[in-house]
């Protein structure tokens, strides 16, 4: 259950604490609901920011998100974790706001485009992929940073599969150019 | 599933982002309005100017200057007037009304049943009713006044059946709000009443009625104008008329601010009405809420901010929406119902909400009149901070009033530059002393004391050595923060030269060497250094101040100007926030020769009062920057000038000869005062003075041949007022005492002057002396001082606008337009 200080999010069944703590929220305990807030805010947030690289958007989408989640929270059915849950719906949101580029480029996937992202640092590759076009860099926030596979990126984005794939390729093909050059230049 | 989560490798370094607080302000808000869904929840600050307007003029103008009445208008021919016992209010008959002010009438181009606007009403007399018309006949012009009654009765053949009333409150739009009575078994002696509740004095309303029983439906309506409420004439109210939504009690131990349901609250808050118009004009402020409306048909609003302008938009939807940033410590937010369309809100105060604020101002207590009998001495430490003054532009700005502890007098009047003599030659600074007659107080004089520091050859200066200590936090990511700070650095950098060094130190979760000290020849490459700072990540201030200070000592150049920027929006989260830890940090590399300035940034998380607890134990200054302009002035004149200080610990000490004075009041430096034995001790901190600064402080006195009771003063038994029996020193009015060390030196100097007693009138004062006194006025009367007797500031206004000199002075245009501002924000809020 790898967690790290990133946006991702612990995935593992509900614990007792988190069910109670729905329970609590379920009843509009308003408590209860602040706390599962803040549990999930920060990586919320980070999340819909890669997605619209926009902090006054992201603010928005984690605002509405977290309305629908407490109004919609009986709805959920404890199939995966809340935060699974939560996710998708900040996904749902944020990714209204992204139009896709390039999105009828078809693209022959021959191979997957290398990059070893621990030789850069962190300050960069956040700055050259909050750079990337909004529909590659959704993509990439998705599958990259977030771990989900194209299928599932597809049916969240309603986009197409290879969409998803070939969005993925230029992504990655732009950042590693990107990357390359930033550090050519020093 | 359980791939979600895992970062490819080397993605998993990436920061985390925040969002900004007050989002689940704005969440719990609109759960808040799931559970009521029948209450519109709105903050804005009690006492905003605007709404107060309204809210007083419709209360206090219809409530109470207009009695209240019952307007009645007969339906039939019969104009007599039918008494309604069960309402005691007064009972005006129609033909005493007198006629609408501005009566909206049309002329019926059809017969008077043609159901037209303003035809049934138009004229009791000529109405000549035919018994096969519609039975329902109006009878009279009226005028209605909100709150009052209006009643209906029917005199004429009874009719079976049910008649509709409706009304069209506002313009003349049908699709509007309107109330429908159905009256069953309709007779003449059930009069039917219809509140007039929630009605804009400029609103022109319909009746509607349909009988049913007659074989065409017939309808019928009319025109009525209501009585002009004169909202005008009502804009002077008392700061103290509290509308009645303060519930102390209510407020939660965590400090977080709770929405207090209408019921809860004490006084009638039912007939306050806003228009769009007005809720557009009103304050932005921050959180978010909110949701539906009230009762009745009134169509929900929205309100939306208008991005960067700080203003309310409104949009006819099922939610209102405040997410602005301008937040008030310790003024109440409350909640009004506001129908938006066409002019009319029905506006009903449910609640108010205390904001869970963030920005924090030491409070001040205003110096009292001191008799040189009891304390000749009044001694203090100069300020040449400016902050104060910014604060105050940008609440007027925001159409905000300016929180009274943020008001820091010294810090207006020492904003702008006044045209002192140069220095003798040897000397670091002049002493300018001059006394007039006061211009808010005939009786009472005033005098000033000005200091110029010694302007020096910028080619020929120390060179610097700086280090940025710069907040890229996630609360510091927005346009008046970090891009305004990369700006502000570019512009000083661009005044370095070859021998500076500048170093970058960042902190946000941890603290960062962006730049290490780099000489300033290689601009380019500092400039590119500077564009790669982005914000994101919590605040850990006490660590990256530390690093900037080991830097900045590593680099030390000797002689130099030695010096941490800290850019922040004051926001400490973590580590060594505890103010007293910080202090001894500051005060220990001050020791060493690193001085500090702060820049505080944006607004919203701003920390007023600890930023200067800051500048004032580390020999520093301390800057309020919100617009790229106020960036250009303090870092391409008042850190460049700063860097270069001339004088270290300024004190000043002022000796007053109770001869001449009965009294004397400090105006301002409230934090600076320190005790008259701290003078001599040169352990203790003054303020510095930066090349070419001026530095400005004024005394109100009280002459000593004034018979005038000391404001505040205590009558001594053992001592005589004015018993000069042991002083002589003739027309000697003061001394004042000042002293200073020089940049680098830990003995001071002692400088003297004396002023006779001799004062001249305002009009014939310096020039500079006259503005200085306006910016005193104009800042005391905005810190409420008691001192102060102005219902306005017109007095102010017209020192300020004689004194600005004939050269266009950018500043001094700023203010007078900004007091211009203030005198329309503030005229709801003035003084008893």
Known sequence: MANTATASLTVSEPTITEKTLLQRCLEGERKAQKELYQTYCNAMYTLAYRITSDADLANDVLQDAFIDVFRDLKSFKSIGTIGSWIKTIVIRKATKQVRFENRFERFEEKHDVGISYQTFSSRLLEREISALPEGYRTVFTLSEIEGYKHAEIASMLNISVSTSRTQLFHAKRTLRERLKNERDNY | MNNKGQNKKGLNNLKTYEPKPEIWDN??????????????????????????????????????????????????????????????????????????????????????????????????????????????????????????????????????????????????????????????????????????????????????????????????????????????????????????????????????????????????????????????????????????????????????????????????????????????????????????????????????????????????????????????????????????????????????????????????????????????????????????????????????????????????????????????????????KLPLVKKSMKLLIDQMGANDRIAIVTYAGAAGLALESTACNEKEYIKRKINKLDAGGSTAGGEGIKLAYNVAVENLISNGNNRVIMCTDGDFNVGQSADSEMKKLIVNNRNKGVFITVCGFGMGNYQDSKMETIADNGNGNYFYIDTYRESEKVFNREIRATLFTIAKDVKIQVEFNPKHVKAYRLIGYENRKMPPQDFNDDTKDGGELGAGHTVTALYEVIPGNSDEAIPGGIDLKYQKPNDMSLTDFGDEMLTVKLRYKQPKGTTSQLLVKTMTNSVTSFSTASQDFQFASGVALYAQQLRQSKFINQKDFTLAESILQDAKGADFNEDREELLTLMKKAKRLYQVYTKE
């Open chain 2, 27 to 480: 969440i719990e808000s609109a759960l808040n309005n799931d559970d009521k869904p029948n209450i519109v929840y709105w903050r804005w600050i009690t006492g905003i100017a605007a709404t107060l307007a309204i809210i007083f003029a419709v209360n206090g103008v219809f409530k109470d200057e207009i009695k209240p009445a019952i307007v009645e208008v007969n339906m039939g021919s019969d104009k007599s007037v039918t008494p309604n016992d069960t309402n005691q209010d007064e009972i005006v008959n129609i033909e005493n009304i007198p006629a609408p002010k501005t009566p909206k009438l049309e002329t019926p181009t059809t017969g008077p049943w043609d159901g037209k606007a303003g035809d049934a009403l138009r004229d009791p007399n000529t109405i000549v009713h035919q018994p096969n018309d519609n039975p329902v006949l109006v009878s009279a012009d009226s005028i209605l006044t909100s709150g009052n009654d209006v009643t209906f009765s029917n005199t004429n053949t009874v009719n079976t059946g049910a008649v509709t009333y409706s009304w069209d409150f506002g313009s003349g739009q049908t699709d509007q709000t309107s109330q429908t009575q159905v009256n069953q078994a309709f007779s003449p002696t059930t009069p039917i009443t219809f509140n007039v509740d929630n009605i804009q004095s400029t609103d022109q309303l319909t009746l509607s009625y349909t009988a049913p029983d007659v074989s065409a439906a017939y309808t019928g309506s009319g025109t009525f104008s209501l009585a002009t409420g004169d909202l005008d004439n009502k804009t002077t109210y008392k700061a103290s008329d509290n509308i009645g939504f303060v519930d102390n009690s209510a407020v939660d131990a965590d400090g977080v601010g709770n929405y207090v349901d209408a019921d809860a609250l004490t006084k009638d808050v039912n007939q306050t009405t806003l228009s769009s118009k007005d809720i557009s004009t009103l304050p932005a402020r921050r959180g978010g809420a909110i949701a539906t409306h009230q009762t009745g048909t009134l169509a929900a609003t929205k309100i939306t901010r208008h991005r960067n302008k700080g203003k309310l938009k409104i949009n006819a939807n099922s939610e209102i929406q405040i997410p602005a940033k301008r937040v008030v410590e310790n003024e109440k937010y409350q909640c009004i119902v506001a129908d938006s369309v066409g002019g009319l809100s029905a506006g009903r105060q449910l609640g108010y909400y205390e904001p869970n604020n963030t920005e924090s101002y030491l409070p001040l207590i205003e110096n009292e009149y001191k008799r040189p009998t009891q304390e000749p001495l009044s001694t203090f430490g100069i300020d040449v901070d400016k902050a104060s003054y910014a604060v105050m532009r940008t609440k007027i700005n925001g159409n905000t009033i300016v929180p009274k502890d943020a008001v820091r007098v010294e810090e207006f009047i020492n904003y702008f530059d006044y045209n002192y003599p140069e220095p003798d030659a040897g000397m670091p600074f002049s002493i300018n002393l001059e006394n007039a007659t006061c211009p808010w107080n005939d009786s009472h004089n005033l005098v000033r004391i000005g200091l110029k520091g010694k302007d020096i050859n910028y080619a020929e200066k120390q060179n610097s050595n700086l280090v940025f200590l710069i907040d890229v936090s996630g609360s510091m990511d927005s346009e008046n």
